[in-house]
């Protein structure tokens, strides 16, 4: 059974990948929050993630209201513990220097987030597969 | 160009000037004199000695110009030696008897004119007339024998008067010398006090200019800053709708339901526009903030990718593309490909139902690259031809009556934007019912290599 951690400041997003994920494969345990700083704390365990268990990858939103994916990637890549942690930026614009300033600080993959769910299905289960598997 | 700078070179200029005319007028008197022996009998010997060295004096005079020629009583210290030298030189012809070259005079005093000011002049003119009185008070009182060959008996009498007049004409003549140097340097005042005023008037006309262009600029990135945050805010949302929407969609209840299913298609639908819209526009101020350094480039790989790119929209709308050669166009190779795939996308959506054609072709002279796109669709009436190029612009529904060929409204005003921002333009011909053919003009830019020129003319 795998543990998803999606970061995305919008609910409504955090609700579709949800759906999305339990839907692609039935049993995925899939945790939400909505900014960087909650994202580093639940990888950490710190309050109130305490008992979070690790996730077999990360979707992470490029634009948090907090902070921009390479620095939350910086942090999380500098404890060799989440070395081999499979990250999946997404990005509502997939400016190129956005992309490569998530790929260089260490994302697995950089998508401009789409915008149908059969793609974003799409993305989501192939990453999975490619990655986390 | 300061002030004092400008009246300096004036006066040195004048300074130059006066001694050189001093040296041709000089010369000119030496050669008349000289032609006049016959006749007049002068002593050439000593008068020749005389005139070279003061030939000599005033072109050295004519090289240090610039030392002298700013000196406070410059003028009227030139004006003086001359007057003296030509005193002398009146006594070494004749004295009192060569009354007639008094005319030479003149010259020293129009000489300070150029260099001084008023009372400069009426000094040297003074010191002329001094400088003739006492030659006539030694010629008289026998002080200083009269030479030369013409020797007239001049009584006491007769040399007043001659001084008198000839003190009073110098001055008379230092009158009219002296308004025209004033007048002169009046001139060049004014000039300089309206070159300064209009050169202040340019500095401010600049800052202003530049204060604009700084404003124009800090506007223009708030406008990016606030295009890109609306966008992105708006795409955001929208996204959510369209995600929400197709996963309830998807649900086998809804899947039960035609009616519901039905408009929830028409939600995506909807949203979909908007966002393709947004989409569209966001690509726009993405190109548009990017930069590359404009190059020649061949275009017909540019089409031949975007036509790979859109092949599956071409075969699913039945429409066939045919590309003729094409020629090397000068700039941005990304927005030109943008262009391209703009243009191709529109007359793919526009062409004839089902035996859809769209002809891309292009010729080159020596100023301008041109490549139009043409299609077999309905064509444009001529009243929505400036329109169409306008952001959002768009034919409006009922002239076709078809809403999934509707763009979003920003291909074309993206063409004419980066055509324009290449100094080309853009324009449409249309016959309606028959189609409609888009024109893209490239100047082709002023410098470029011979191979550039050669490859482009093959």
Known sequence: MT????????????????????????????????SGEAALAFLTHAEPYAAAPRPGFVVLDFRLPDMHAPALLARVRADP??????????SQAGWPEDARA???????????????????????????????? | MSQPDLETSIQTTNARRATLLSVSGLATYFVCLWLSRPYLGFPMRPTAQLFAVMIAVNLVLAVTAPRWGTVRFAGAAYGTLHAVLITFVLHVLGGLGAGFLLFVHMFPIFHAAMLGSTGQVFFTANASGLCFALLAIAEVSGMLPARGTLVWTVTPAQAAAAAGIAWAGFNFFALYASSYGEGMRR?????QDEVAARTTALRAANAELERKAHALEAAQDELRTLLYAVTHDIKSPVNSILLVADLLCERPEVRREPLVHAELERIIRLAGG?????????EFFQLMATREAPDWFELGPVVAETVETIRPQLDARGVVIEVDPLPRVWGERRKIGRVVTNLLTNAMQHAA??????????????????????DNGEGIAPRYHAGIFELFGRVPREEHEQDERDGSGVGLAVVRRIVEAHQGQVWVESDVGLGSTFHVALPIPPRRSDEDAGGLAA
């Open chain 2, 187 to 191: 001139s060049a005042r004014e000039l």
């Open chain 1, 3 to 34: 543990t998803v951690l999606v970061v995305d400041d919008s609910l409504d997003f955090l609700g579709v990948a949800r759906q999305l994920l339990e839907r692609a494969r039935p049993g995925t345990r899939v945790h939400t929050v909505q």
């Open chain 1, 102 to 133: 998530a790929l260089s600080a260490g994302a697995s993959a950089f998508v401009v987030k789409p915008s149908r769910a059969n793609a974003l299905r799409t993305v989501l289960v192939d990453f999975w597969r490619c990655h986390a598997d």
């Open chain 2, 274 to 282: 908007t966002e393709d819209m947004i989409r569209d526009l966001f």
């Open chain 1, 81 to 90: 513990a989440f070395a081999g942690l499979p990250i999946l930026v997404l």
């Open chain 2, 353 to 374: 139902a089902g035996r859809g054609r769209v002809v891309v072709a292009g010729v080159c002279d020596a100023q301008q690259v041109r490549f139009s796109v043409r």
